[in-house]
């Protein structure tokens, strides 16, 4: 594969529609592309398939045995984030309520339609996922020697 850098999915997105570049890493709003029969899904980066769309396998399903992509995964995640002398008291009434938000079917139905897994969890599971990502990145870009351009 070459890289061909793009200011944004959008543009990247058109090329791909046009057959000007071949295949393209995105997030999921290309998926209303792959409904439309315009593109065709080869693998999500997740650990596990989106349950909107099943029949399409993981990275790690489909990478030959010894590609290195074994345990692949990269999943964009959303969060809330409070200022940090926000009482704790407020903190616990706020992600009561998002965990109420996110149970409800309503919300769930838009969410999946969109190609997101909906989800919501505590503070604490958030910071503990923070971390993780946060020395997967650390390991990965001192590894490859990535530099700031």
Same mark, same amino acid.
């Given at each position: ?10 543009? !990247? &997105?058109? $090329? ?6 071949? #295949?393209?890493?995105? $997030? ?7 409904? %439309? ?13 989106? $349950?909107?769309? %099943? $029949? ?12 290195? &992509?074994?345990?692949?995964?990269? !999943?964009?995640?959303?969060? &809330?984030?409070? %200022? ?9 009434? =706020?992600?009561? !309520? #998002? ?5 409800? !079917? ?15 969890? %505590?503070?604490?599971? =958030? ?12 390991? #990965? ?9």
């Amino acid at each position: 594969m070459v890289h061909v850098p793009y200011k944004g999915a959008a543009p !990247a &997105l058109a $090329d791909l529609m046009a057959g000007h570049i071949s #295949l393209m890493f995105s $997030d999921m709003s290309a998926f209303q592309h792959v409904k %439309s029969g315009r593109l065709k899904a080869i693998a999500v980066t997740s650990f596990k398939r989106i $349950d909107s769309y %099943s $029949d399409v396998p993981t990275l790690s399903e489909v990478a030959p045995t010894g590609s290195g &992509l074994e345990g692949f995964q990269v !999943a964009g995640w959303f969060a &809330l984030y409070l %200022s940090a002398n926000t009482p704790k008291a407020v903190l616990d009434k =706020l992600n009561s !309520a #998002l965990m109420s938000a996110m149970s409800s !079917a309503e919300v769930r139905n838009k969410l999946t339609s969109l190609g997101l897994e909906p989800g919501a969890s %505590s503070p604490e599971v =958030l910071s503990n996922l923070m971390r993780v990502e946060r020395e997967k990145w650390v390991k #990965l870009i001192s590894t490859a020697k990535i530099k700031v351009e």
